[in-house]
């Protein structure tokens, strides 16, 4: 079983930036392929990217130059730099982990998740 815990979500007004983190206490963030992704009532859950265990990263179009996957592996922490931010941000971002490397965007073949932090942008 894989604990992953997220932090840093808050509000903030639209053209501002946050930092997401993403502790997976257990040690294991190394071999896994670790994701964000984020929810809003009605709608699917959103990949917004996705990072290797060698750091490779794949963004969404819908992020691509303003949001930032990134990881410390000797810190067990994934991060998720997001900049100029927009109002439709506004979301609950989780972090997922999958064994392996892989690039799906899909985050039913995810098995791990966090329990979400809530991200507010104001207009």
């Known amino acids: 079983q894989v604990q992953l815990v997220e932090s840093g979500g808050v509000l903030v007004q639209a053209g501002g930036s946050l930092r997401l983190s993403c502790v997976a206490p257990g040690g294991t963030c190394s071999r896994y392929t670790m994701g964000w992704f984020r929810h809003v009532p009605e709608k699917e859950r959103e990949f917004v990217a996705t990072?290797?265990?060698?750091?490779?990263?794949l963004d969404a179009d819908s992020v691509k130059g303003r949001f930032t996957i990134s990881r410390d592996n000797a810190k067990n922490t994934v991060y998720l730099e997001m900049n100029s931010l927009k109002p439709e941000d506004t979301a609950v971002y989780y972090c997922?982990?999958?064994?392996?490397?892989?690039?799906?965007?899909?985050?039913?073949?995810?098995?791990?998740w966090g329990q979400g932090t809530q991200v507010t942008v104001s207009s």
């Open positions: 997922a982990a999958l064994r392996g490397y892989s690039y799906t965007r899909n985050p039913l073949e995810y098995a791990y």
């Open positions: 990072i290797w265990g060698n750091g490779n990263t």
